[in-house]
């Protein structure tokens, strides 16, 4: 073997020696690569295209080639949708329950790289001139999972759209309930359902389930609104699919927990493109007469 590719090497200079000769490559030229900077393109997880990264900027973060709908930030979901300048709210809680091991340290690097203090961002601040109370989850911090906290934000702000009069709008993500807290974080889906359910007496809850939307908030406040969008292409489901093949042992459909699967099945009201969703949003609130 060693033979073959000490042949393939001499076979190879010798090429590399005609080329010079030929004077075909310029000899003083460098060898290198051309070096793209790696913050220039990204790489569409939908459809494996490469974008260049302003495109993708300029498009909400939408692929231009096959409208996969990448994850947002809270920052760049808030900076979509509310007017200009809005407030944050609730953003000085802090986590009581941190006896699990590693927890604390986890909190404290999710915190850290994503530059806010929980799961779930809750802000004031205006769609068209409307004032609305928004939230917005947030996959980068622990995989939106759903702790004490991120409840307690959830009620507040429910609470705050109760007494204030204000519709109330969620953008959830969530891989599920956060398991360091135990039953803590399943107590907050009995929490923020009640929370839901006295804004529901009076006001208008809208919730946008984005990729993906599962576990504990699927079964707690993402599937309490009065009006429930998704944005295309969403996972949208309570426990895994393959969890659920192996319990009801039957082969479940291909698009099984998506969006369109769940408009289909009636779960969802309608299917909005991002470009779309700030002009939908608007539209839901003047029709129920809010200004
Ligand atoms: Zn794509």
């Given amino acids: 073997m060693q033979s073959v590719f000490d042949k393939r090497k001499e076979e190879l200079n010798e090429f590399n020696e005609a080329l010079d000769k030929l004077n075909i490559r310029k000899k003083d030229e460098p060898l290198l690569q051309k070096q793209v900077p790696d913050d220039l393109m990204a790489k569409c997880v939908s459809c494996g295209r490469l974008i260049v990264k302003e495109d993708l900027l300029s498009n909400l973060n939408v692929c231009p080639f096959c409208n996969s709908h990448f994850r947002l930030t809270p920052k760049e979901r808030l900076s979509q949708i509310l007017d200009g300048d809005y407030q944050i709210l609730f953003d000085n809680l802090e986590e009581k329950y941190t006896d699990f091991p590693d927890y604390e340290d986890k909190l404290k690097e999710a915190k850290a790289s994503t530059e806010t203090d ?5 802000a ?4 068209n001139g409307i004032t609305v ?13 759903m702790g004490s906290v991120t409840g307690e934000k959830v009620t507040l702000l429910a609470e705050k759209a109760y ?7 969620i953008f959830t993500c969530s891989g599920g309930a956060r398991m360091q807290e135990g039953i803590i974080s399943l107590m907050q889906m009995a929490k923020t359902s009640a929370a839901i359910a006295k804004v529901r007496e009076k006001g208008l809850y809208i919730a946008v389930l984005t990729d993906p939307t ?3 908030v699927s ?5 309490l609104a009065d009006i429930t969008l998704a944005e295309p292409n969403a996972l949208i489901g309570f426990a895994g699919k393959r969890v659920i093949e192996r319990t009801i042992k039957e082969t479940l459909p291909k698009e099984f927990q998506t969006a369109e699967f769940n408009l289909e099945k009636g779960y969802i009201d309608k299917i909005v493109d ?3 969703m700030k002009q939908t949003l608007a539209l839901l609130l003047k029709l129920h007469r809010y200004n």
Avoid: H, Q, W
């Fill in 219 to 223: 079964a707690s406040f993402a599937s």
């Fill in 118 to 122: 929980e799961a779930i961002v809750c």
């Fill in 124 to 127: 004031k601040g205006k769609i």
């Fill in 214 to 216: 599962t576990g504990g």
């Fill in 133 to 145: 109370l928004i939230g917005v989850m947030n996959s980068y911090f622990m995989m939106g999972s």
């Fill in 274 to 276: 991002r470009k779309d």
């Fill in 163 to 169: 007494e204030e009069n204000l519709p109330l709008i």
